[in-house]
């Protein structure tokens, strides 16, 4: 198991009727050859699984990959090797040598309005089929509401609108940091196609039934 960071590349799928939940400015981006994510542009690797965290916050990004490998994780880690990647921001460079994503992790701190927009800029940057199941956002700050720039509500649209997993999660406690790690190892595994009989649109269904899915249900 290892942890690597920066840079990092990545299904296709027959997306007929699926309306692209970036708007029309992601037809310009493709048009003018800026980096956009897509998935399945490279063959996945052996027992691997790649994950690629998106946020303002470099220290927030490097606790939550150290974390995904702490013992807690271990048990979930041990049957394939973990790569971590970190980004303040997309698009990626295009010239750099990537593994295949597997999975993308938009963190939005709730106490930065300028750590939601760039969220939001750098969804622009991913292709659509990447959201069929392969995108979740991470909420973080939310144990300390009264100091919130940004409504928890705002988030919550805001993954409604890509129709991808939330999850919240205050990264100074303990408590709260290591089931959400727990819980990111469990969505790479099953994004990377480690869990049989379960694919990653299975994780959309999650968004029915509750706004911060659980994921034992899988």
Request: glycine share 6%.
């Amino acid at each position: 198991m290892r942890v690597t960071c920066p840079s990092v590349s990545p299904l296709r799928a027959d997306l007929s009727g699926l309306k692209d939940p970036r708007g029309a400015g992601a037809e310009v981006l493709c048009a003018t050859g800026m980096s956009v994510l897509r998935p399945l542009d490279k063959q996945p690797g052996l027992n691997t699984a790649t994950i690629l965290l998106v946020g303002t916050e470099d220290a927030l990004l490097q606790q939550l990959a150290d974390s995904m490998l702490k013992e807690d994780c271990a048990s979930e880690l041990k049957v394939f090797s973990f790569f971590s990647h970190l980004a303040r921001s997309l698009p990626l460079p295009s010239n750099v040598n990537r593994p295949r994503i597997d999975l993308i992790m938009f963190v939005v701190n709730l106490h930065s309005k300028y750590s939601l927009r760039n969220v939001e800029e750098s969804l622009r940057h991913v292709d659509a089929t990447f959201f069929l199941g392969k995108v979740g956002f991470l909420a973080t700050g939310a144990g300390r509401e009264s100091q919130c720039s940004v409504h928890r509500s705002t988030v919550v649209r805001l993954a409604r609108t890509y129709r991808s997993p939330l999850l919240f999660c205050d990264p100074e406690v303990d408590g709260f940091r290591v089931p959400v790690a727990q819980r990111l190892v469990r969505m790479l595994q099953i994004c990377a196609g480690h869990v049989p009989g379960v694919s990653a649109l299975n994780l959309l269904s999650l968004l029915r039934s509750s706004e911060n899915p659980t994921l034992e249900d899988l």
